[in-house]
Protein backbone atom coordinates (compact mmCIF):
# COMPACT_ATOMS: atom_id res chain seq x y z
CA UNK A 1 0.00 0.00 0.00
CA UNK A 2 1.18 3.02 -0.77
CA UNK A 3 0.93 5.84 1.42
CA UNK A 4 -0.16 9.55 1.18
CA UNK A 5 2.69 11.52 3.01
CA UNK A 6 0.55 14.44 1.89
CA UNK A 7 -2.38 13.84 3.83
CA UNK A 8 -1.09 14.99 7.98
CA UNK A 9 -3.25 11.95 9.30
CA UNK A 10 -1.94 9.33 7.50
CA UNK A 11 1.81 10.75 7.78
CA UNK A 12 1.59 10.91 11.38
CA UNK A 13 0.31 7.74 12.10
CA UNK A 14 3.67 6.24 9.96
CA UNK A 15 5.87 8.76 11.97
CA UNK A 16 4.10 7.19 14.94
CA UNK A 17 5.28 3.73 14.21
CA UNK A 18 8.73 4.87 12.69
CA UNK A 19 9.73 6.58 16.07
CA UNK A 20 8.58 3.81 17.99
CA UNK A 21 11.84 2.02 16.49
CA UNK A 22 14.22 5.19 16.54
CA UNK A 23 16.91 4.31 19.73
CA UNK A 24 16.46 5.96 23.05
CA UNK A 25 13.35 7.51 21.75
CA UNK A 26 10.42 7.37 24.24
CA UNK A 27 6.94 9.42 24.03
CA UNK A 28 7.05 12.45 26.48
CA UNK A 29 10.88 11.47 27.03
CA UNK A 30 13.02 14.26 26.29
CA UNK A 31 13.07 13.96 22.39
CA UNK A 32 13.48 16.36 20.18
CA UNK A 33 11.96 16.01 16.33
CA UNK A 34 12.18 18.47 13.57
CA UNK A 35 11.80 17.95 10.02
CA UNK A 36 14.39 18.21 7.29
CA UNK A 37 14.17 20.43 3.95
CA UNK A 38 13.83 18.76 0.43
CA UNK A 39 12.39 15.91 -0.65
CA UNK A 40 10.06 15.74 -3.12
CA UNK A 41 9.25 12.14 -2.82
CA UNK A 42 9.84 11.64 0.62
CA UNK A 43 9.40 12.91 4.40
CA UNK A 44 12.93 13.10 6.50
CA UNK A 45 13.49 14.16 10.18
CA UNK A 46 15.75 14.57 12.17
CA UNK A 47 15.61 13.07 15.50
CA UNK A 48 17.41 13.40 18.98
CA UNK A 49 17.48 10.89 21.69
CA UNK A 50 19.35 9.96 24.82
CA UNK A 51 20.82 7.67 22.81
CA UNK A 52 22.26 10.07 19.71
CA UNK A 53 21.26 11.92 16.48
CA UNK A 54 19.56 9.62 14.04
CA UNK A 55 17.80 10.41 10.67
CA UNK A 56 14.02 9.25 10.04
CA UNK A 57 12.80 8.68 6.30
CA UNK A 58 9.16 8.20 5.64
CA UNK A 59 8.62 6.56 2.03
CA UNK A 60 5.49 7.66 0.24
CA UNK A 61 6.40 4.22 -1.86
CA UNK A 62 9.00 3.80 -4.66
CA UNK A 63 9.48 6.26 -6.90
CA UNK A 64 12.87 5.71 -7.62
CA UNK A 65 14.15 4.96 -11.17
CA UNK A 66 14.12 1.31 -11.05
CA UNK A 67 12.92 -0.53 -8.18
CA UNK A 68 9.94 -1.45 -7.14
CA UNK A 69 10.37 -2.10 -4.01
CA UNK A 70 13.13 -0.68 -0.99
CA UNK A 71 14.91 -4.10 -0.96
CA UNK A 72 17.98 -2.95 -3.45
CA UNK A 73 18.21 -0.04 -1.96
CA UNK A 74 18.35 -1.20 1.63
CA UNK A 75 21.33 -4.02 0.73
CA UNK A 76 23.51 -1.69 -1.70
CA UNK A 77 23.01 1.24 1.18
CA UNK A 78 24.58 -1.93 3.61
CA UNK A 79 27.25 -2.62 1.78
CA UNK A 80 28.37 0.73 1.24
CA UNK A 81 27.62 1.26 4.71
CA UNK A 82 30.29 -1.36 6.02
CA UNK A 83 32.62 0.34 3.55
CA UNK A 84 32.50 3.86 5.44
CA UNK A 85 30.93 5.57 1.91
CA UNK A 86 26.98 5.74 3.72
CA UNK A 87 25.55 6.29 6.90
CA UNK A 88 25.23 3.48 9.39
CA UNK A 89 21.38 1.70 8.86
CA UNK A 90 19.72 1.54 12.23
CA UNK A 91 16.65 -0.55 10.95
CA UNK A 92 14.74 0.56 7.56
CA UNK A 93 11.61 -1.57 5.76
CA UNK A 94 9.76 -0.49 2.86
CA UNK A 95 7.84 2.09 4.46
CA UNK A 96 10.31 4.15 6.54
CA UNK A 97 14.75 3.88 7.29
CA UNK A 98 16.55 4.87 9.80
CA UNK A 99 19.91 6.08 9.70
CA UNK A 100 22.73 7.99 11.83
CA UNK A 101 22.81 11.50 11.55
CA UNK A 102 25.95 12.57 9.62
CA UNK A 103 27.25 15.95 10.70
CA UNK A 104 28.68 18.11 8.37
CA UNK A 105 28.40 19.86 5.62
CA UNK A 106 26.00 19.81 2.25
CA UNK A 107 27.65 20.22 -1.06
CA UNK A 108 26.44 23.17 -3.45
CA UNK A 109 27.49 24.33 -7.10
CA UNK A 110 30.66 25.75 -5.83
CA UNK A 111 32.42 22.27 -4.92
CA UNK A 112 31.90 20.89 -8.12
CA UNK A 113 33.79 23.29 -9.81
CA UNK A 114 36.25 23.12 -7.19
CA UNK A 115 39.28 20.32 -8.39
CA UNK A 116 40.55 19.19 -5.26
CA UNK A 117 36.90 18.43 -3.93
CA UNK A 118 36.09 17.05 -7.30
CA UNK A 119 38.82 14.62 -6.76
CA UNK A 120 38.01 13.71 -3.08
CA UNK A 121 34.78 12.76 -4.93
CA UNK A 122 36.23 10.56 -7.72
CA UNK A 123 38.29 8.61 -5.10
CA UNK A 124 35.11 7.96 -2.79
CA UNK A 125 33.44 6.90 -6.10
CA UNK A 126 36.25 4.89 -6.84
CA UNK A 127 35.69 3.11 -3.12
CA UNK A 128 32.56 2.53 -4.31
CA UNK A 129 32.87 1.01 -7.64
CA UNK A 130 35.57 -1.56 -6.34
CA UNK A 131 33.56 -3.36 -4.12
CA UNK A 132 31.72 -6.59 -4.64
CA UNK A 133 28.51 -5.75 -6.74
CA UNK A 134 26.01 -8.15 -5.31
CA UNK A 135 23.57 -10.39 -7.51
CA UNK A 136 20.59 -8.01 -6.68
CA UNK A 137 20.25 -4.40 -8.51
CA UNK A 138 20.86 -4.65 -11.61
CA UNK A 139 19.92 -2.24 -14.35
CA UNK A 140 18.86 -2.46 -17.52
CA UNK A 141 19.49 1.31 -18.66
CA UNK A 142 18.13 0.47 -22.09
CA UNK A 143 14.76 -1.67 -20.93
CA UNK A 144 14.31 1.37 -18.49
CA UNK A 145 14.27 4.02 -21.29
CA UNK A 146 12.20 2.14 -23.31
CA UNK A 147 9.50 1.49 -20.24
CA UNK A 148 9.25 5.55 -19.52
CA UNK A 149 8.97 5.89 -23.01
CA UNK A 150 5.90 3.51 -23.46
CA UNK A 151 4.21 5.17 -20.62
CA UNK A 152 4.55 8.78 -21.71
CA UNK A 153 3.74 7.76 -24.95
CA UNK A 154 6.52 7.58 -28.11
CA UNK A 155 3.97 9.12 -30.76
CA UNK A 156 4.06 12.42 -28.77
CA UNK A 157 1.67 15.00 -30.21
CA UNK A 158 4.30 18.03 -29.67
CA UNK A 159 6.20 17.61 -33.34
CA UNK A 160 9.25 18.93 -31.22
CA UNK A 161 9.79 15.76 -28.96
CA UNK A 162 12.03 13.56 -30.34
CA UNK A 163 11.20 10.39 -28.07
CA UNK A 164 11.34 7.77 -31.12
CA UNK A 165 14.68 9.38 -32.54
CA UNK A 166 16.05 9.51 -28.97
CA UNK A 167 15.13 5.78 -28.55
CA UNK A 168 16.70 5.40 -31.86
CA UNK A 169 19.74 6.57 -30.39
CA UNK A 170 20.09 5.22 -27.44
CA UNK A 171 21.48 1.32 -28.40
CA UNK A 172 23.73 2.87 -30.14
CA UNK A 173 24.86 5.39 -27.39
CA UNK A 174 25.19 2.58 -24.86
CA UNK A 175 27.43 0.71 -27.22
CA UNK A 176 29.95 3.82 -27.99
CA UNK A 177 29.52 4.58 -24.25
CA UNK A 178 32.27 0.97 -23.60
CA UNK A 179 29.44 0.18 -20.65
CA UNK A 180 29.35 -3.14 -22.04
CA UNK A 181 33.51 -3.89 -21.51
CA UNK A 182 33.43 -2.54 -18.03
CA UNK A 183 32.85 -4.57 -14.87
CA UNK A 184 29.43 -3.86 -13.20
CA UNK A 185 29.40 -2.09 -10.20
CA UNK A 186 27.48 -0.16 -7.07
CA UNK A 187 26.22 3.00 -8.05
CA UNK A 188 24.93 5.27 -6.05
CA UNK A 189 23.31 6.83 -9.08
CA UNK A 190 22.16 10.36 -7.60
CA UNK A 191 24.63 12.42 -7.07
CA UNK A 192 23.40 15.76 -6.54
CA UNK A 193 25.18 17.91 -4.01
CA UNK A 194 21.67 17.52 -1.08
CA UNK A 195 23.23 13.88 -1.21
CA UNK A 196 26.80 14.15 -0.42
CA UNK A 197 28.18 15.50 2.99
CA UNK A 198 31.52 16.38 3.88
CA UNK A 199 32.07 16.30 7.20
CA UNK A 200 35.29 14.88 9.54
CA UNK A 201 35.29 11.41 8.50
CA UNK A 202 35.21 12.41 4.68
CA UNK A 203 32.76 12.25 1.85
CA UNK A 204 29.77 9.97 2.80
CA UNK A 205 26.60 9.39 0.45
CA UNK A 206 23.35 9.80 1.96
CA UNK A 207 19.96 8.70 0.57
CA UNK A 208 20.20 5.64 -1.71
CA UNK A 209 17.07 5.23 -3.21
CA UNK A 210 18.02 5.20 -6.95
CA UNK A 211 21.45 2.85 -6.10
CA UNK A 212 21.51 0.28 -8.83
CA UNK A 213 24.23 -2.39 -10.22
CA UNK A 214 25.26 -1.29 -13.66
CA UNK A 215 28.23 0.90 -15.39
CA UNK A 216 30.08 2.66 -13.23
CA UNK A 217 30.44 5.37 -15.64
CA UNK A 218 27.05 6.58 -14.88
CA UNK A 219 27.93 7.88 -11.77
CA UNK A 220 30.40 10.28 -13.20
CA UNK A 221 27.85 10.93 -15.99
CA UNK A 222 25.40 11.50 -13.18
CA UNK A 223 27.62 14.32 -11.71
CA UNK A 224 28.54 16.15 -14.61
CA UNK A 225 25.04 15.76 -15.79
CA UNK A 226 23.54 17.68 -12.84
CA UNK A 227 26.21 19.75 -12.50
CA UNK A 228 27.38 21.76 -15.46
CA UNK A 229 30.38 22.94 -12.99
CA UNK A 230 32.14 20.13 -12.84
CA UNK A 231 32.35 19.47 -16.71
CA UNK A 232 35.13 21.57 -17.06
CA UNK A 233 37.39 19.04 -14.68
CA UNK A 234 36.33 15.55 -16.22
CA UNK A 235 39.21 14.27 -16.99
CA UNK A 236 40.16 14.63 -13.33
CA UNK A 237 37.17 13.38 -11.81
CA UNK A 238 37.16 10.15 -14.48
CA UNK A 239 40.71 9.50 -13.32
CA UNK A 240 40.33 9.67 -9.56
CA UNK A 241 37.01 7.47 -10.44
CA UNK A 242 39.79 4.85 -11.91
CA UNK A 243 38.17 5.46 -15.42
CA UNK A 244 40.92 6.92 -16.94
CA UNK A 245 40.97 4.80 -20.21
CA UNK A 246 37.34 6.30 -20.98
CA UNK A 247 37.27 8.30 -24.13
CA UNK A 248 35.54 11.68 -24.65
CA UNK A 249 33.30 10.47 -27.14
CA UNK A 250 32.36 7.84 -24.71
CA UNK A 251 32.22 9.93 -21.48
CA UNK A 252 29.70 12.11 -24.15
CA UNK A 253 27.79 8.74 -24.75
CA UNK A 254 27.28 8.00 -21.06
CA UNK A 255 26.31 11.57 -20.45
CA UNK A 256 23.21 11.83 -22.86
CA UNK A 257 21.96 8.70 -21.75
CA UNK A 258 22.15 10.13 -18.40
CA UNK A 259 20.31 13.25 -19.45
CA UNK A 260 18.07 11.35 -21.42
CA UNK A 261 17.39 8.99 -18.29
CA UNK A 262 16.77 11.94 -16.17
CA UNK A 263 14.40 13.56 -18.65
CA UNK A 264 12.32 10.79 -18.88
CA UNK A 265 11.89 10.00 -15.43
CA UNK A 266 10.34 14.13 -15.16
CA UNK A 267 7.72 13.54 -17.75
CA UNK A 268 6.71 9.74 -16.68
CA UNK A 269 6.20 11.21 -12.95
CA UNK A 270 4.40 14.41 -13.91
CA UNK A 271 1.67 12.13 -15.38
CA UNK A 272 1.03 10.85 -11.86
CA UNK A 273 1.88 13.76 -9.39
CA UNK A 274 1.98 17.10 -9.46
CA UNK A 275 5.61 18.72 -10.24
CA UNK A 276 6.96 21.68 -8.79
CA UNK A 277 8.37 24.45 -10.66
CA UNK A 278 11.96 23.34 -10.13
CA UNK A 279 11.11 19.61 -11.77
CA UNK A 280 8.88 21.86 -14.24
CA UNK A 281 12.14 23.64 -15.10
CA UNK A 282 15.05 20.77 -14.84
CA UNK A 283 12.59 19.06 -17.53
CA UNK A 284 12.90 22.01 -19.34
CA UNK A 285 16.61 22.69 -19.47
CA UNK A 286 16.84 18.49 -20.26
CA UNK A 287 14.28 18.94 -23.55
CA UNK A 288 16.88 21.83 -24.46
CA UNK A 289 20.26 20.07 -24.06
CA UNK A 290 19.24 16.89 -25.25
CA UNK A 291 19.71 17.55 -28.83
CA UNK A 292 23.08 19.37 -28.40
CA UNK A 293 24.56 16.60 -26.49
CA UNK A 294 23.30 13.84 -28.70
CA UNK A 295 25.41 15.09 -31.33
CA UNK A 296 27.87 15.55 -29.17
CA UNK A 297 28.73 11.77 -29.56
CA UNK A 298 27.09 11.55 -32.73
CA UNK A 299 29.69 13.34 -34.14
CA UNK A 300 32.32 12.83 -32.60
CA UNK A 301 35.47 10.59 -34.37
CA UNK A 302 35.85 6.81 -32.76
Known amino acids: MVEDLSDPPARELMLAE????????RPGGPNETSQLPGGSVNRSYEVST???????????????????????????HRIASAAGIAPRVI??????????????????????????RLAHLGDTLRRLHELPAPGCGRFDLLAALQGYAERVGTQA??????????LSNSDAAWHISGAADRPLAILHHDLHGSNIIEGGR???????????VSDPLL?????????????????LLLRHSGLEAVSARQLAASVW???????????????????????????????IRLPRTLEDWRSAAS
Open 18 to 25: ALAHVPGY
Open 50 to 76: PAGRFVLRLSRGPDAWLTSDRSVEREL
Open 91 to 116: QANDRWAITEYVVGRLWTEPDFANRE
Open 157 to 166: RDPADNLTHY
Open 202 to 212: GLVLIDWECAA
Open 219 to 235: DVACVLSYHESSRPHAL
Open 257 to 287: LFDLHTYLWYRERRMRLSPTDAELEAERRLA
